[in-house]
């Protein structure tokens, strides 16, 4: 496994991998890696011949006082982990690699970006979906991979891709999950062991809704209104939404037979999300 720190050597490495044909898959990631970003490698590694996966803590996707200077950094952990599972390159680029100085371009994708984890986090979308953009552009991958755990993060990347005819499959990977349902996230590791606890909440909260819905109640706000009682009751009471979605479209209306339930709560300091898709 080769690790890849500039624009030359990436651009070398992604030429070489062309020319010997078969698909590049891309899986972008901001390090700290568990099981949920293995999963995706895995996945690319099912339909690519050659797997790339970059390590990059975004400065642009994080809003004043959040968490930029804490996020874990674990490299040499992330390397081993890579190379176990037989990913082919990483690329590892330094601030000044993606954003070289004198940038003036954004992408925003708008009114996707401004609503649910972009209500609490003003510009976060829009450094994703920049970053996205650039890192799409430098790997010129045939597939890019993202988890259904960001779902937001994975519809918009889907609107961007296609608003922008970015040459470039996106596919999204199931959540993957601990045995209490807790999802698996790079910040679960900021928990104490009682909030480690109250957070496998958010995944029984889904739960319930789920199984209200197979029961015929359909009512989004009846609905809602049942996961927030789930969380309330195991102590998180500091909820940024609980909302029923359209699963395609991510609007209030819903056109498709089953929609999507998002959740983001704060456990203790930690700021949560998860997901699940409702069906009858
Ligand atoms: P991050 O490093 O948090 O930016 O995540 C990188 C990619 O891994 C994103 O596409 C996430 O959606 C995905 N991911 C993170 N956690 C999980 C999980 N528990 N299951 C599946 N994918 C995940």
């Known amino acids: 496994m080769i690790v890849l720190e500039d624009r030359k050597s990436l651009n070398d490495w ?20 568990h099981e949920g970003h293995l999963s995706l490698v895995r996945e690319a ?39 176990d599972i037989s990913c082919d390159a990483i690329f590892l680029p330094s601030p000044e690699v993606i954003y070289p100085p004198g940038g003036q371009t954004f992408i925003t994708v708008e009114p996707l970006a401004s609503q649910l984890c972009g209500a609490s986090r003003p510009g976060h979308f829009q450094g994703v979906a920049t970053v996205v953009t650039i890192l799409l552009n430098l790997v010129r991958p045939h597939a890019a991979y993202f988890g259904v755990k960001d779902y937001q993060q994975l519809t918009l990347i889907k609107q961007m891709v296609r608003d922008l005819a970015l040459a470039v499959e996106v596919v999204g990977v199931p959540i993957v999950r601990e045995k209490d349902g807790l999802a698996l996230s790079s910040r679960n590791r900021y928990l104490t062991t009682e909030e480690r606890k109250q957070a ?21 706000k009846e609905l809602e209104q049942a996961a927030r009682g789930v969380l309330l009751e195991s102590g998180i009471e500091q909820i940024d939404y609980v909302e029923v979605r359209d699963k395609e479209k991510l609007t209030s209306e819903l056109t498709a037979d089953d929609p999507v339930m998002l959740i983001a709560a704060r456990v203790g300091k930690t700021r949560l999300i998860d997901n699940m898709v409702l069906s009858t």
């Open 45 to 83: 590694r099912k339909s690519c011949s050659q797997t790339i996966v970059s390590i990059f803590v975004n400065p642009t996707q994080f809003g004043p006082g959040e968490d930029f200077d804490q996020y874990p950094r674990t490299f040499v952990e992330d390397k081993a982990l890579l190379e």
């Open 200 to 220: 496998a909440a958010l995944y029984k909260a889904l739960c319930t809704a789920k199984s209200l819905y197979k029961d015929g109640e359909l009512r989004a």
């Open 14 to 33: 992604v030429e070489q991998s062309r020319l010997r044909g078969g698909k590049v898959g891309f899986i972008p990631t901001m390090g700290a890696l």
